[in-house]
């Protein structure tokens, strides 16, 4: 059964940077490896719907949805180490929420609907 496992997150001070991992396991059904799989970021802040991040496909192409990131965030995907990751920098306290790695298959959506599987997700605090 495939599985997302989300580390990084914490507590950091406004500027500060995190590193998000996203590490991914039990795709080994017959022709859906994680290769075929689009590998997502979202996040859900307090009281807020969840709002998709960042999305690289098996071939690194990346699309980035919400603009006030680009530039702060970078999304990366590791498929020999089946792990992607979230770059964080220059973290301000609006970027506080709940992170979680989605997957989905072939394409990238900013649809919470349209994703396959889903991780737990890991807490960002960004505060003084």
């Known amino acids: 059964q495939p599985q997302l496992v989300e580390s990084g997150g914490g507590l950091v001070q406004p500027g500060g940077s995190l590193r998000l991992s996203c590490a991914a396991s039990?795709?080994?059904?017959?022709?859906?490896?994680?290769?075929?799989?689009?590998m997502n970021w979202f996040r859900q802040a307090p009281g807020k719907e969840r709002e998709a991040v960042s999305c690289i496909t098996g071939g690194g192409i990346v699309t980035n949805y919400a603009d006030p990131l680009k530039g702060r965030f970078t999304i990366s995907r590791d498929n020999a180490e089946n792990t992607m990751y979230l770059q964080m920098n220059s973290l301000e306290p609006e970027d506080t929420a709940v992170y979680y790695c989605?997957?989905?298959?072939?394409?990238?959506?900013?649809?919470?609907?349209?994703?396959?599987?889903w991780g737990k997700g890991t807490q960002v605090t960004v505060s003084s």
């Open positions: 039990g795709f080994t059904a017959p022709g859906l490896h994680l290769g075929v799989y689009t």
């Open positions: 989605a997957a989905r298959f072939r394409r990238c959506s900013k649809s919470v609907a349209d994703m396959n599987y």
